[in-house]
């Protein structure tokens, strides 16, 4: 029996179809238990594809000479930042034992582009990064580096492809609505996160023998989900939690010693939630066709990552060119022991917050595709944020590393220095933040049950 459906339902339901065809798309993942026993769904094979477009404004810290000191620090827009992206993620889970499974997934990027142009309202005399000689005032073509890239623009980055991580992971189910309809589906899930893929660096002497797009991260994610079928609805929620655990050999998350903090990748933890409305739920032949209004939420904590900039600041650190984020390997040594900035910068605390409208439909209980709009917005956050170093304690008042003077600075040509600080970056009134943080992304999504 087919439940009534409300006029304006269908009717909504019908113009998002027609965005839909082309949108990102999840099967709801709170849903589906792959099982090992007689009557079971023994395996899950899922094919995503994706496009994520990201745009946002980078801008700078200025001090005004003369201005109160306790007034508020200005900032001033630079440049624009714009990336997109096309992945593909071939998703397969295959139960092991009762409500139990094992899973792998290979989200492999197809292509990704970015680009810095100007601000609006700055021109390439006005613009910081340019004045400060972190890029030529022509701007830098990592596609063509003998001419200036066009227009406005002042950094386009190598056309990149690949696979980053290889996702492993073990789920289990404590409750299954299928087996007991009183009870909801909750699962527990951990996934293993392995960098495989070529590591993501920039070579600003020969930009095309750089194009991966691998982190150089390996990451745990633990996860917990709840999902509960009505006869017109489902509602669903996710709890993720994400860190990294090692890096492989050449990531460029390496601890350079000395008053180094916060130099590995930031952890991630997160919520989504989502209500499935069904405008068609036929209990005989498993047809359905649903719309799906959900959102997350997720925090990204403090650490080292790759920024809107990351290419800019490895340009301008290349120590072949004595650019001016150029390292000092041993800041104990008078002499300057020359090293490249890696690119990747400290970033401050910031939440990300997603909207999702979903269509989703089933023929029969074993086929299910859908489509999905993501909208994505970040809080405002520095993106070179490192400290200068570590202030140790006085020499007789504790154990370990300590020091001769009793202050509260960060001594110069010392071990409390922080070789990645870089004061025309990461000093306050110098540093960049990303803000008005927008992102879009749309696919589609097809899975097959057996």
């Known amino acids: 029996m087919v439940p009534c459906v409300p006029v304006l339902r269908a009717s909504a339901l019908a113009s998002l179809l027609l965005v839909g065809v082309t949108a990102t798309a999840r099967a709801n993942p709170a849903s589906l238990v792959p099982s090992a026993g007689v009557e079971d769904r023994h395996a899950l094979f899922d094919l995503e594809y994706r496009y994520e477009l990201d745009s946002s404004t980078v801008a700078r810290e200025g001090l005004v000479p003369g201005t109160d000191p306790t007034s508020p620090i200005r900032r001033t827009d630079d440049l624009a930042f714009h990336q997109f992206r096309h992945v593909l993620t071939p998703r397969a889970e295959i139960g092991v034992f009762r409500d139990t499974w094992v899973s792998l997934a290979l989200p492999i990027i197809i292509t990704q582009a970015r680009e810095l142009e100007l601000a609006d309202g700055i021109d390439r005399s006005t613009s910081t990064t340019l004045r400060d000689g972190l890029l030529p005032m022509a701007g830098f073509d990592a596609r063509d580096p003998s001419a200036a890239p066009p227009g406005d623009m002042v950094f386009r980055g190598v056309g990149r492809a690949g696979l980053d991580q290889v996702h492993v992971g073990i789920g289990v189910a404590p409750m299954n609505q299928d087996r007991d309809d009183t009870k909801p589906t909750w699962k527990l899930r951990a996934d293993l996160l392995l960098a495989v893929g070529k590591v993501m660096k920039f070579d600003s002497m020969d930009p095309s023998s750089e194009t991966g797009v691998s982190r150089g991260v390996h990451e745990v994610r633990i996860a917990t989900s709840f999902d509960r079928r009505f006869r017109w609805a489902e509602g669903w929620f996710e709890l993720f939690w ?9 990531s460029l998350f390496a601890d350079p010693g000395f008053g180094a903090t916060n130099t590995s990748p930031s952890q991630v933890a997160g919520i989504s939630a989502g209500l499935e409305l069904y405008a068609v739920n036929d209990k005989v032949t498993g047809n359905r066709i649903s719309l799906d209004l959900g959102g997350k939420a997720i925090a990204h904590f403090e650490g080292r990552e790759y920024t809107e900039m990351w290419e800019v600041f490895a340009f301008a650190g290349d120590a072949r060119r004595s650019g001016p984020l150029v390292l000092d390997r041993d800041p104990v040594d008078p002499a300057l022991q020359a090293l490249s900035h890696p ?14 409208i979903a269509v989703r439909a089933a023929l029969g209980s074993n086929v299910r595709f859908g489509a999905v ?17 570590v202030d140790l304690p006085t ?30 970056i990461d000093l306050v009134g110098h540093r960049y933040l990303s803000q008005d943080n927008f992102a879009f992304s749309l696919g589609v999504q097809g899975t097959v049950t057996f």
């Open 343 to 356: 690119g990747i910068s400290n970033i401050e605390n910031y939440l990300e917050t997603t909207g999702q």
């Open 395 to 424: 020499c007789g008042t504790a154990s370990g590393p300590c020091e001769n003077d009793n202050n509260d600075l960060v001594d110069p040509n010392t071990v409390e220095v922080n070789p990645l600080h870089v004061p025309l």
């Open 373 to 389: 709009v993501d909208l994505t917005w970040k809080t405002d956050h520095a993106i070179s944020f490192a400290d200068a170093g």
């Open 242 to 250: 994400r860190r990294p655990i090692a890096t492989k050999s050449g």
